[in-house]
């Protein structure tokens, strides 16, 4: 059995941008998921918001990495080519007793280092005229963003395996114990040997450093639930805008998202069960409620899809990114909730270069190359009007997706990749094939029908989302 | 008297026929013939598919070419299951006469080049 | 770029109605533009019969029906592009296509026929509480699965909607191997043609469930079971009522919403339709684009779509013409017991009789449908029985359009 150097539990946000970071060294790397992708929890089902960092409490991780993750986005996304626009934010108040608050706020991101603005209220209602119109005033962030988190993850962990680091997926850790100078890590499926390990297990981080020694911290999930809207029109917001936050979070957004659509979330209830996606129409309806009361006009008729999302909320209400106590070559990054998706870039880099590097000899590789080949897509070719690619590439016309315009190419070329989506859902994050109004209702047998293909499979097999989410249970009419 | 809900067109009409077989409720004479089969001999046509042996995962439409006993569906499509075609197909081609003896064929009912 | 005098978006049964009416009234220069391999849409996957009684007086199956149509477009030599989708179009009618073979496509049309049909409402439209696990699936996905390709979704069904397609597939699911539970309906009464709950529940002894909805689906990876729960008359759900019942599968038939996301680019007006605002014409607000079909409003019988198709053809070859004189806009409005009415506004200067197509809101009974302008009473029509799920054509004689005044009414009476 071949011994890796570094082995990652969890191929969410956190552990593909450790991953990321140590595949520019020349070492080896092994990704584990208990998934059958990666990014299909909680970096899946959030608020995709790159937060410019007012709010945390100054002087903790979260503040730090915040701050520092969201000046990386642009490099980032330029090189692994995903979606990603400083589009501003404003937290707004409606009542005169919380523009005190507000300034309380601006105090806070200055300590922070974070550049904002407090506007009244003439100057709220000019850029955003869907506003309650009692709008009192608002903490203006320009440095706040919106980014396809989707694709983050996958282009992550895609480029760090075009890198060399191994991916194991549907692979769910039962047990690590130390050898003398290495980790067995016991999977449902295989065993594993490392010299280190770093946990990275988003919501069951706890459980996973629990099996190595006590910890003095725990997972403690929030469910959180939210509306996707259409991307009929332009305009219904242009920032992503944020009610005052809580002892809760940050409270309920509306904001719009990379591919246009709009995002009306997220409820913030404790529940036990990190598993737990159910979405409730109590909850909804107090969503819905909430939400409007910032911007009275949203058009809930064009909700196309609800989903929750697990956040990862730790005991120690902050992010947890340390050695274990009895070993170095342990390593816990756990508790990752909100901000946890912006500061990502920068707790890969400093996992790396503060922790591992002092206990690992990191060699640079010549060869590392930071940029995943590029995607083609008919949809940015139709907003950039330019259709040389399309038209010189075969597949790139043939449209599968009606609602998205995600053509036949961009799905074999997602196949073709070194992490290539599995089931119906991975492929629909990846592409947006499924993704609009009619939520795959016309293109998902096509779907189907390609990925069977493409597996050599039955379409029997294909699966919606997990192991064992078949979407067709039994072919008719075998013939002869 | 029995009750029954018309099936020869959209309007769906509720047909009543007493015990010396009248029919009312119809708006046309096709209401009283189905009202007078539905209590005798009840009869439908059914539409199903059969596979295209050189096509992946592709069927192409059938039906009776006439009125089948209610009772008989199932056996129909039994046997029904068991027929395949090759493309390319055209409308009203036989697949199999005389199904099970009924005296009705299965007709294709979709062109596949 | 090339020209086209008509471009007709969507080869169904509205798209091919259209263009065949154009091309007899002289307009030669056609290309109808299909995103799918073949002509017909949806009507392929119809293997069912019932369609064709109005049209060609005898009933025929979906594939059969459009059969018909692609003969005429053939025989016509009217143009048509298949596996092409129109990307995106503008108000001075330049469209843009991707197309299979040849890349991406403009075509700068003189006048342009909308036809792209209607969508299925999705889980997540009507947000359906519970996991989120596969088996939960459209009525017209499920049967494009079954009819097209062979494969069953589910063996053991709950289908919620009462519309026709959820009945069709009820019965389409028994014939081949299939268990369907129940049909269950949120509104105490049924969506789809009595005949249908005739011939495809009750012939199998399918149970069909009133004022009953889901509340909530589980399940891990695939559906395990579906909670069904009476609701009241404000829909909402009374505790006590469940009905717990395993099954693999949900189908939703819970409604069709007209496909209109090109008309976006255009900023079209809408109506309560959900569909373009049109005149008698079948022309939207936007002057040379004409819609017909599902994708105006929803149709429940393919021969009236087939109409429709007709008269919007018949409008642009009278645009390309030169022969609508565009005069004041009569709106039409629907008022009491109506829900919609279509069109929603009548051209001051038009010289044919002009049918109203209009739904009610909910089912009644010995009603007066009373069209009535500035006060004055137009014309007053008995109707028997009225339900939701039917739609009901009035004709207003031309005669009657000079009595019009701003706007125009329609509104329900009790006898």
Redesign the interface.
């Known amino acids: 059995m071949e011994r890796f150097d570094v082995l990652i539990i969890g191929a969410g946000v956190t552990g593909a941008m450790i991953a990321r970071n140590l595949a520019k060294y020349d070492i080896k790397v092994a990704l584990l998921d208990k998934e059958n992708d990666v990014g299909n929890l909680t970096s899946n089902a959030n608020s995709a918001i790159v937060h410019s960092g007012y709010d945390p409490v100054p002087g903790t991780n979260k503040a730090k990495f915040n701050v520092l993750g969201n000046a990386m986005f642009d490099q980032i996304c330029d090189e692994l080519d995903v979606s990603f626009s400083r589009v501003g934010s404003l937290t707004v108040a409606l009542y005169d007793e919380q523009l005190k608050i507000l300034e309380d706020l601006a105090k806070r991101s200055k300590e922070n280092g974070v550049k904002v603005e407090l506007l009244n209220a003439e100057q709220v209602k000019k850029m955003e005229p869907n506003i309650n119109p009692c709008v009192k005033g608002a903490l203006f962030a320009p440095t706040a963003g919106i980014v396809d988190v989707f694709n983050f993850v996958v282009h992550a962990v895609e480029n760090a395996v075009d890198n060399g680091v191994k991916l194991f997926l549907n692979q769910k850790v039962t047990s690590i114990n130390k050898e003398k100078d290495y980790y067995v890590v016991k999977t449902d499926k295989e065993t594993f040997e490392s010299k280190m390990v770093i946990n990275a297990a988003g919501c069951f981080a706890d459980k996973i450093a629990e099996m190595v020694e006590p910890i003095d911290w725990k997972i403690t999930p929030r469910k959180g639930e939210y509306f996707?809207l259409d991307h009929?029109?332009a305009g219904l917001v242009n920032h992503v805008i944020f009610p005052l936050p809580s002892e809760k979070g940050k409270g309920i957004l509306v904001t719009m998202t990379t591919s246009g659509n709009y995002l009306v979330g997220p409820s913030s209830e404790l529940d036990e069960d990190p598993s737990d996606?159910?979405?409730?129409?109590m909850t909804?309806r107090n969503v819905r409620a909430q939400a409007s009361e910032m911007v009275p006009s949203i058009p809930f008729n064009q909700?196309?899809?609800?989903?929750?999302g697990s956040r990862p909320t730790c005991t120690r209400h902050d992010f947890v990114i340390e050695y274990s106590k009895k070993d170095k070559y342990f390593i816990n990054v756990g508790g990752i909730e909100s901000p946890g998706f912006v500061s990502s870039p920068a707790i890969g880099e400093y996992v790396v270069e503060q922790l591992v590097k002092p206990v690992l000899s990191l060699k640079e590789k010549k060869d590392f190359n930071p940029r995943v080949r590029r995607y083609h897509r008919?949809y940015s070719?139709?907003n950039d009007g330019d259709?040389k690619f399309?038209?010189?590439h075969e597949n790139?016309?043939?449209?599968i997706c009606?609602?998205e315009?995600v053509?036949l190419g961009e799905i074999l070329d997602a196949l073709d990749r070194s992490v290539p989506p599995q089931s119906v859902k991975a492929l629909k994050r990846r592409t947006r094939a499924g993704y609009?109004?009619?939520?795959?209702?016309?293109c998902?047998?096509r779907v189907v029908?390609i990925l069977a293909?493409h597996y050599g499979v039955s379409?029997?097999e294909i699966?919606?989302?997990?192991?064992?989410?078949?979407?067709?249970?039994?072919?008719?009419?075998?013939?002869? | 008297m029995k009750e029954f809900t018309c099936i020869i067109c959209p309007r769906g009409c509720r047909l009543t026929v007493d015990d010396n077989m009248n029919v009312t409720g119809n708006t046309c004479p096709r209401g009283k013939q189905y009202a007078i089969s539905e209590l005798t001999n009840p009869v439908r046509t059914i539409t199903s598919?059969?596979?295209v042996?050189n096509r992946?995962?592709l069927?192409v439409s059938v039906k009776t070419s006439g009125s089948i006993p209610k009772g008989k569906i199932f056996e129909v499509m039994d046997e029904?299951?068991k027929?395949?075609v090759s493309a390319p197909t055209r409308i009203g081609d036989i697949v199999k006469k005389d199904i099970l003896g009924l005296g009705v064929d299965i007709l294709i009912t979709k062109n596949i080049d | 770029m090339r020209t086209v005098d008509l471009l007709i978006i969507g080869g169904g049964s509205a798209g091919m109605a259209a263009a065949i009416q154009a091309k007899k009234e002289g307009i030669d220069d056609i290309l109808i533009v299909e995103?799918d391999e073949h002509l017909g849409g949806i009507l392929n996957q119809c293997i069912h019969n019932g369609f064709g009684l109005t049209e060609f007086k005898e009933e025929l199956t979906g594939p059969e029906y459009l059969s018909r149509f692609v003969k005429q477009v053939e025989e016509l030599k009217i143009p048509y592009m298949l596996?092409s989708?129109v990307?995106?179009l503008t108000k001075d009618k330049i469209v843009?296509i991707?197309?299979?073979e040849?890349?991406?496509l403009e075509y700068k049309a003189r006048a342009i026929i909308m036809a792209t049909g209607c969508?299925?409402r999705?889980?997540?439209?009507i947000?359906i509480?519970?996991?989120?696990?596969?088996?939960i699936?459209?009525a017209?996905?499920a049967q494009?699965?079954?009819n097209?390709?062979?494969?069953?979704?589910?063996?053991r069904i709950v289908i919620l909607g009462s519309g026709d397609i959820g009945l069709i597939m009820a019965r389409r699911l028994t014939l081949?191997?299939?268990k369907v539970i129940c049909v269950s309906e949120l509104m105490p009464y049924s969506n789809g043609l009595n005949r249908n709950i005739a011939q495809c529940l009750n012939d199998y002894n399918i149970p069909l469930y009133l004022s009953r909805s889901v509340s909530k689906v589980i399940g891990k990876?695939?559906l395990e079971k579906v909670i069904l729960t009476a609701v009241d008359d404000k829909m909402q759900f009374i505790p006590g009522t469940d009905m717990e019942i395993e099954c693999?599968?949900l189908i939703l038939s819970v409604g069709l919403i007209p496909?209109i996301?090109l008309l976006?680019y255009i900023d079209c007006p809408t109506s309560s339709t959900k569909g373009a605002k049109v005149n008698e014409h079948m022309e939207t607000m936007i002057d040379g684009i004409f819609s017909c079909g599902n994708c105006l409003h929803v149709h429940d019988v393919v021969d009236f779509v087939t109409d429709e198709g007709r008269l919007a053809g018949h409008g642009a070859a009278m645009y390309l013409k030169d022969q609508l004189q565009k005069g004041d806009a009569i709106n039409v409005l629907p008022k009491d017991g109506i829900g919609y009415v279509v069109p929603q506004q009548i051209d001051r200067n038009n010289q044919e009789d002009v049918t109203f197509k209009f739904r009610v809101r909910r089912p009644v009974k010995d009603m007066n449908l009373i069209i009535e302008s500035n006060g004055q009473l137009i014309a007053k029509i008995f109707k028997p029985v009225l339900i939701p799920s039917e739609m009901v054509m009035v004709k207003l004689s031309k005669d009657k359009l000079p009595l019009l005044g701003e706007e125009v009414s329609l509104r329900l009476e009790e006898r």
Do not use: W
């Not at chain 1, 989410?469 to 008719?476: M, Y």
């Not at chain 3, 509480?129 to 088996?135: A, E, M, Q």
């Open positions: 996707v009929y029109k996606y159910t979405t409730d129409p909804l909700v196309i899809r609800v989903f929750a008919l070719a139709m259709y399309v038209n010189e790139y016309s043939e449209i009606n609602c315009k053509t609009g109004r009619c939520q795959g209702g016309f998902q047998p029908l293909k379409p029997l699966n919606y989302d997990g192991e064992f989410s078949p979407i067709l249970l039994k072919k008719i009419k075998e013939g002869k | 598919s059969v596979r042996n992946d995962d069927l029904i299951n027929l395949s | 995103r596996n989708m990307i995106s843009t991707s197309n299979k040849e890349g991406v969508y299925e999705s889980a997540g439209a947000q509480p519970g996991d989120r696990c596969s088996g699936i459209t017209g996905t494009k699965y079954l097209i390709h062979g494969y069953l979704c589910g063996k081949e191997g299939a990876n695939r693999d599968t496909y996301s976006d």
